[in-house]
């Protein structure tokens, strides 16, 4: 296993210089990493709008509160007050779902280009996923960050079904005995694990680029 884990490292290092330095052609995976980086710029980009159009909204709040010299806020201002104190969580929970789908597509388009578009059905399925790796000679484990991945898509998870703690999610260090908990603010979990996710593709690119180059080498194989 630890000579395994130490070929597929060193090859991962060769096959990120030959993506970095090899402008001969049009490298598939060169393009989709890109495509990758720029969707997750996009996730801090809307996150970094959210956050203004936020203090954007409260400054408006409390300028109409004392604009109108109110000694306590109205009753039709509790809603407005209330909303934007959800603001984060929303934004939170959005960033997550959106992390995880690149993780997603990245997963389905990158076995796409080594084993067609048709061998790459289901594997939005994490069981599916994790078998077609097998069939590279690689457990999914081996690649980096890939118990955080994971925890991303227990995350996505529970927000998509009941926006609590899930029980997938309880077995994740950071979530134990918080089974059926509120998420809660979601924003400082999205900025650890965003890290992380694309140091796991990152992995996951150079090693299925090594595979995708060996079947043009050996077409018949």
Same mark, same amino acid.
């Given at each position: ?6 070929? /597929? ?9 030959? !993506? ?8 598939? /995976? ?39 010299? !109110? ?52 594997? /939005? ?8 790796? &097998? ?6 484990? !081996? ?28 077995? /994740? ?9 509120? &998420? ?38």
């Amino acid at each position: 296993m630890l000579t395994a884990l130490a070929d /597929f490292r060193s090859c991962c290092i060769q096959t990120r210089n030959d !993506m970095t330095f090899n402008y001969q052609y049009r490298h598939p /995976f060169l393009i989709l990493q890109r495509i990758a980086k720029y969707n997750l710029d996009e996730i801090d980009h809307f996150l970094d709008l959210a956050g203004k159009a936020r203090s954007s909204r409260q400054e408006l709040l409390e300028n109409l509160v004392a604009s109108a010299k !109110m000694s306590a806020v109205e009753d039709w201002l509790v809603d407005d007050f209330s909303q934007i104190d959800e603001f984060p969580n929303l934004a939170g929970e959005f960033a997550v779902i959106g992390l995880w789908r690149c993780v997603e597509l990245h997963r389905k388009q990158s076995i796409a280009i080594v084993l067609g578009k048709d061998a790459s059905r289901g594997v /939005f399925k994490n069981k599916v996923f994790k078998k077609k790796m &097998l069939q590279f000679g690689i457990h999914e484990e !081996m690649l980096r960050c890939a118990r955080s991945v994971d925890e991303l898509r227990c995350l996505n998870n529970s927000i998509k079904h009941e926006r609590r703690v899930g029980n997938e999610l309880s077995n /994740f260090r950071r979530w134990k005995r918080k089974l059926g908990n509120e &998420l809660g603010d979601l924003l400082p979990h999205y900025m650890r694990l965003r890290p992380l996710a694309e140091r796991y593709l990152q992995d996951l690119t150079c090693f299925l680029c090594l595979c995708w180059k060996k079947k043009r080498s050996h077409p018949n194989n």
